[in-house]
């Protein structure tokens, strides 16, 4: 039997600001891992967090594992 893709799949958000600062301050980069379901947001995934690095709440986007 063929495997179904999962409709539920784990993903990994970013900081956009620390990505961008990242040769200057060499500190290291804030990432979230949560869920998505993949027929609700088929597109990227962007959510407002809070960076450890940075002291502030920032943009985190979706990237590819």
Do not use: W
Not at 13 to 40: D, F
């Amino acid at each position: 039997m063929a495997k179904n893709k999962d409709v539920r799949v784990t993903i990994t958000l970013e900081c956009t600001n620390c990505a961008q600062n990242n040769e200057k301050k060499k500190l290291g980069v804030s990432r979230y891992t949560t869920q998505k379901n993949r027929r609700n947001t088929p597109i990227r995934l962007e959510l407002n967090k809070f960076c450890s690095y940075c002291n502030k709440h920032t943009i985190h986007k979706e990237i590819k594992k």
